[in-house]
């Protein structure tokens, strides 16, 4: 089965911006063997994520964070079927940001839509801003699949999309299946940034 | 000369050459050509020993009604007397393409082919699709003690072959596989068994009859039909068809052209054993080291394995195919074929004694011109058997006096080695385009390459070449003289010395030839070109130089088309496929002639899509497929039968939208013609956006594509021919081929108009100008490097090939490359790995620099037609991306001011989300009945003073004669339309149809018809004492009706 992600990243100030890289780079290179095929860019990804006793392939479609690119997301979740939106729990303000994303998902984006919650940085726990529970509760409200993640230790990454595939409904007819797209929204470590 | 003489001296050589071996790879090139060499060696001798052989073997492949055809020997002796006995031998081959409709029952349950077959005798077979296996399979009548009845035997779909499962025979199309499975039983507990009435059926005609039955043969009566084909047999047994007749009725017969499967009679015109070749597997692993080592040899940077593998392929499979081939192509192919054959000898280090050979050689092919084209060339000394070959006397005439007399025979064979048909006529218009031919000639002589110390290089394939291959030595030797082979070695040493070209080519000496050899990569391709500057470059410096992103030299090109061959574009890792968007965009232009482009099909087909690409990397690549061809193009022809499934299915296609007695030509036409009314005013007058237009020609496209699938109008079912995960991907190509190419023009025509009227040409513009004015750091571009203006020249240059293409999958690859590249820049080598806040801003960045507005519709034009289901994938998010930066460039000005998505882009990504929607929506529901495509009428304006003129209407299907008069009134300019009627003119009788009857159906009923005669609607004024006749009697079988789509009628 096919699946499209589609990876949305809102994005976060620049300065920050290397955390966003780093879940998408962590989630290819992590796994840089044959369920990966190789893309031109980063910006696009695809992966193969095993689930029950099929495949899921996903089509991971990075989003620009950058305010001035916020208008175009539209056309990036568009059919997704999932979005991971990833914070940064050491800024509260990219929680903050993640929230608005949640909403904009909800209101605009496809019916049905899974959204997981990915904060990220979850190696520097001793700076976080972010307690996990508020994060957890706010997912839980929203039925937001939530999972606290760490790109540079590779933690939880595997599982999120693990977490994803097994939300992401059954698709009566493969054909059409292959056509499902998951978009996944990832808010990066910084507060302003869209998740990719 | 008594052939047994030649015989004998081919021996001779061959056992010269095998002692001379010495390394041990070559003893495997050896055996692979000495096989080969057997096979044409008989083909030259009719050596009775081989032909026994070889005619067991072909005698398999047909069916043998008769015991009077006799063993090959003997049947090439009775030849001139045996058409009755061979034309009754039609080939397992012809007899399953043309009673298809028979065995190929892809809707037959289990139990339903079970029944069918009970009362069948043994081995007796349907091909059926199976519902829980999601394959096709292949129901074999078992045994009658066998635990069951009928039995199913899983077909294996690859992307481009067909095979039993368990087997490890593939074959490029269901019917091979079929009829090899009749032959040999292979994977199967026994051979297929073709029933009576077709295996006994001697003439096509016959075939047909059965064919016509369909699934209903099984249900007749045995012995009824039995009897009607002993009734049927009688009067064409008295008739043999005569040769000449014999081509002829082929191509009658529909579906058979696509084949090009040969009579017996045909071949055995030329020899025995003709036949031979008419099913082959695509692959079998028989030769494999020899694969791998010619691949290892050959193999130079850039050169594409898969090329190699492939051709390897095609020899290893092929050899035994080498006398049909031969005879099967034209004198001009077949002489051709041979002069490379010489050629790839000149390499050859063994000499015997030249004179005697060569004599012999001549009197051989003296012997055979007469009745046939020429199997061996003339040796290259004799100039008036030169003129045997077409070909050189096209390429020919411009070089002669350029040449000196000792060079001439190394001419020679460069252009019957290197030149390619296609190549040949351009090489040969100027003298600077002649190196090229060189290039191609030498190439397999020496080939550097990086990975080997280049002395040996140079000569190991020589090394190769001294296998003890029989048929290559006696040419070699003909080809050979001392001082010839002399200039091979020189030429190899200064090679080595990166010898610098001069340029005269009068100056020339021979190690032009290896200079030639050097410029390939580029001269092959930029042929009119003059490529002074890298012409003196050693062949292995060039890929660092290509690889150096910074490149010098600026496009020394005019000519976009050829942009893509110039160093310019190397530098990519993708720098493989640069070559191939064009060549299929050409290709198509080629393709006038569907049946006579064997080169074409052996180009595209067999290699998967992912390979494909990379065979055409580079010129040398070409350069050596070319060189190889001496050998392989003896089966191009057969391979041009067999292999290319796809590229045939594609043909079919575009042969049925071109015949417009057909529904779905009837179709494409009208739309086309409809849509480039006024060369395309009608398209900007009719539609009110661009966007529009382009999803109603997808929308006709898509629609087109699952009318293809459920037709019976593609005389041979789609998937027989090719996998069924394929057949969407083709009809995707076939469609564009016969809509988006013709229509390319108009399009663009009428997007420009579209933009030019809304102002946001010049919007645009301002707006690019603006941007391009901007700092990267102010376009959002982070720290990454940036690319230079020359590197942005290079991308301009790639979006302006781009721009000349016309399909919209080809553009992507396009746009994704130019990514690839952009991406390379950012990263600098530095391997970190950018996300889409990086990319995106530099893509814009990069969009303001190119300043290019025309890139605007070309991504709009590539966003609506690119088949929806690649949406979803790299192509379609590098699409998105590109349409996003484009967007915010468009609206630069605004931009600070307001940061939302215009209305109108928010508008495009709606329409474009529902067609998406409307995609999934139509492969869900059942698929739109034929009333879908009727959306346009032909009509035909009759006037007296003007004679008539005809436009194509939009006319729904329900739209009656009423209603149609009234638009004609309009379209036609007509004052008095009361006057006026709409008439349906058919051969000789032209009727007026009645004020409430539907054109359309009418239409649509004509069509459906078995034997449609032309018809026309005409407008014309209506004669006083004509009468009114009601047309519905003509739709009484139509059903008033099913729910049309209305989608495509009023786009």
Known sequence: MLSKVQLYCCDCPRELKFGKSSIVCRFVQDHFDHNISPTIGASFLTKTVPCGNELHKFLIWDTAGQERFHSLAPMYYRGSAAAVIVYDITKLDSFQTLKKWVKELKEHGPEGIVVAIAGNKNDLGDIREVPMKEAKEFAESIAAIFIETSARNAVNVEELFQKISKQIPPLENPEVDSNESFKLTQQPVASTRRCC | ??????????????????????????????????????????????????????????????????????????????????????????????????????????????????????????????????????????????????????????????????????????????????????????????????????????????????????????????????????????????????????????????????????????????????????????????????????????????????????????????????????????????????????????????????????????????????????????????????????????????????????????????????????????????????????????????????????????????????SPSNLDDAQCHLAMEDQTIEKALNRAKLHGQNVTQTSSITTRKPEDLAVGQENDRKELRLSDISTDSSGSLDFSQLPSIFNSPPDPSPPTVTDHDKLPKSPLSYDMDMEGEEDDGEEEEEEPDNDVSFESDPDQDQDVTMVPPTHRTKRRSSASALVLRKALQGQLRKMSGVFNSLMTPEKRAIRRVLELSQNKASYFGCLVHDFISYMSEGSGTQAWQVYTSGLELLQSVRQFMTQMKIYLRQSSEMELPIESLISEDQIDQVLEKAMQKCVLKPLRQVVNTALQEFQLRSGTWQQLKDNLSLAKARQPQEMGVSAALHPDPVAIEKIKLKFQVICKMYSPEKKVIRLLRICKCIYNIMQNNSGRMYGADDFLPMLTYVLAQCDMPQLDNEILYMMELLDPSQHNGEGGYYLISAYGAMTLIKNFQEEQAARVLSSETKDTLRQWHSQWQRRRHTTQCCAPSIDDFQSYLRVVLQDLSNGCTAKTLQVGPFATVEEVCCLCALKFKVADSESYGLFLQTEGSSQQLAADTYPQKIKAELHSRPQSAPFYFVFRRVDSGSTITSINDLSVTLDPQGNPNNASEHP
């Open chain 2, 1 to 466: 000369m008594p052939a047994s003489i030649i015989n004998q001296s081919c021996k001779q050589e061959r056992m010269g050459s095998f002692f001379k071996l010495i390394e041990s790879f070559a003893l495997e090139i050896g055996s692979l050509r000495k096989e080969m060499g057997k096979k044409t060696e008989s083909e030259e001798d009719n050596g009775k020993t081989d032909h026994l052989e070889l005619s067991e073997e072909v005698g398999g492949l047909f069916l043998r009604s008769s015991p009077c055809a006799g063993t090959g020997a003997e049947l090439a002796r009775v030849r001139d007397s045996g058409y009755h006995s061979l034309h009754r031998r039609l080939s397992i081959l012809d007899r399953l393409v043309h009673t298809h409709a028979v065995w190929l029952q892809l809707g037959l349950s289990h139990q339903e082919a079970a029944r069918i077959l009970t009362n069948q005798p043994m081995g007796t077979f349907v091909v059926r699709r199976s519902n829980s296996l999601k394959k096709k399979v292949v129901s074999l009548r078992m045994h009658n003690d066998s635990p069951v009845c009928v039995k199913d035997f899983p077909v294996k779909e690859s992307q481009y072959t067909f095979s039993l499962e368990g087997s490890g025979l593939s074959f490029a199309d269901l019917f091979r596989l079929v009829a090899f499975c009749s032959i040999s039983r292979d994977v199967l507990p026994f051979t297929l068994k073709l029933p009576e009435a077709i295996s006994s059926a001697e003439t096509f005609a016959q075939l047909q009859e059965v064919a016509k039955l369909g699934a209903g043969f099984w249900d007749a009566d045995w012995n009824e039909r039995k009897k009607r084909f002993s009734l049927l047999t009688t009067p064409h047994i008295s008739l043999p068809p005569s040769l000449s007749q014999r081509p002829v009725s082929l191509t009658a017969v529909p579906g058979c052209p696509q084949f090009q499967t040969r009579t017996p009679a045909e071949i055995d015109c030329y020899q025995s054993n003709g036949a031979l070749c008419f099913i082959n597997p695509l692959f079998i692993k028989v030769h494999q080291l020899d694969g791998t080592f010619l691949t290892a040899t050959l193999h130079n940077p850039g050169t594409p394995k898969q090329g190699v593998r492939e051709e390897i392929r095609d020899l290893d499979t092929g050899n035994t195919e080498a006398q049909r081939s031969c005879l099967e192509s034209p004198p001009a192919n077949c002489s051709d074929q041979n002069q490379e054959t010489h050629f790839i000898a000149v390499s050859k280090l063994v000499l015997q004694d030249d004179n005697s050979s060569s004599e012999n050689y001549r009197t051989h092919s003296e012997q055979v011109v007469p009745r046939s084209p020429p199997p061996r060339p003339p040796p290259p000394n004799f100039a008036p058997q030169r003129s045997v070959s077409p070909l050189q006397q096209q390429s020919m005439p411009e070089k002669i006096p350029l040449i000196n007399s000792f060079k001439e025979d190394l001419k020679e064979k460069e252009k019957g080695g290197g030149l390619l048909s296609w190549l040949g006529s351009s090489f040969s218009i100027s003298t600077s385009s002649s190196p090229p031919k060189r290039v191609g000639i030498s190439y397999p002589i020496s080939i550097p390459s990086l990975a080997l110390p280049r002395s040996s290089l140079s000569h190991s394939p020589y090394k190769s070449k001294t």
